[in-house]
């Protein structure tokens, strides 16, 4: 029960972040029982997210008037179309497979990372024996570790989209949809990947319609059976596109804060729009530009 309780309180974590940044009012996580709640309000209107944790799992629960606007946006941004039962989508891992995940999407600083990795067998064992699992569970400096162990495995072959800013920008005001923009990224990883190393399946984490991807993949893609599941870190491959992922991105705010001589934030919180306006008053709209992801409610607040 201790790992599913901590796996609660990473997930509500996260999702503090991500409705943080699009503008929503958000409490602080409480323990209640079996669960983590948090109170999302806008305006008047209130609905509460709720991570339970047990011997069998986690599962989310989002309580609240289903015919609120409120609800139908935290459900999307929550887990893209629908609300999941987190135990019950399981396949069976494939001996080989390429896995893909990415990091970023709730920072309001910084770039979208997704990452792509293939595994066999072998390869898998040797992920499995440096440490590689759930990047969640991880802290920055064991990410920078095993990610770098990760890069000395022989034929294990993978590969990252990183979407800075400003291009991040681009992509966000023609696609107007961040599950897209995910999809597309989801994808050319896939294709860049199968340009070196044939596999009949891959797996990515859940973040709304299969078709996101499916949509975007070329031609070697479009032979590719796609499994898209929540708590998709559980598959070794997935775990370490998490951890090639996120390790990008913490690159980027250790570089871009020593560029700016001022620690840049990650995620959500009075800091970040704090660290923003000063980034603004110092440097001008132009330069945060570069730093943010504009579409976010953030950038209206400062």
């Known amino acids: ?30 323990q209640s029982g079996y669960s983590y709640q948090l109170n999302i309000n806008e305006g008047k209107d209130r609905v509460i997210l709720l991570v339970y944790f047990s011997r069998k799992g986690n599962k989310v629960l989002l309580q609240g008037n289903k015919e609120l606007e409120l609800y139908k946006n935290v459900s999307d ?4 179309e629908r609300l999941f039962d987190l ?3 399981k396949i069976n891992e494939p001996e080989i497979y390429i896995g893909t995940d990415e990091s970023g999407k709730g920072d309001y600083f910084g770039p979208l990372v997704v990452a792509a990795v293939y595994i066999d067998p072998v390869i ?8 590689v699992k759930d990047s969640k569970e991880l802290s920055d400096n064991m990410i920078t570790g095993i990610a770098g162990k990760i890069r000395l495995i022989k034929r294990c072959v993978f590969n990252r989209i990183i979407i800075n800013p400003e291009k991040y920008n681009l992509l966000y005001e023609k696609m107007q949809n961040v599950n897209r923009l995910l999809g597309w990224a989801h994808a050319k990883a896939l294709e860049n990947i199968l340009d070196e190393k044939f596999a009949p399946e891959a797996i990515s984490d859940k973040f709304g319609d299969e078709k996101f991807i499916t949509t975007s993949l070329q031609s070697k893609g479009k032979n590719l059976r796609l499994h898209q599941v929540t708590k998709a870190e559980r598959y070794i491959a997935v775990a370490a596109a998490s951890i090639i992922a996120r390790d990008a991105v913490n690159r980027w705010f250790i570089r871009m804060s020593s ?33 943010v992801k504009l579409h976010f409610k953030t950038t209206k607040r400062i």
């Open 1 to 30: 029960m201790p790992d599913f309780k901590q796996k609660a309180l990473a997930l509500i974590n996260d999702y503090a972040g991500q409705l943080n940044n699009a503008g929503f009012t958000v409490s602080d996580p409480v």
């Open 77 to 80: 941004i929550i887990l893209g």
């Open 87 to 89: 135990t019950n989508e």
């Open 124 to 131: 898998r064992k040797e992920l499995i024996k440096i440490g």
């Open 259 to 291: 560029e700016m001589k001022m620690k840049i934030p990650k995620g959500a919180s009075k800091a970040v729009e704090e660290a923003a306006a000063k980034i603004k008053k110092e440097f001008g709209e132009e330069k945060l530009k570069e730093l």
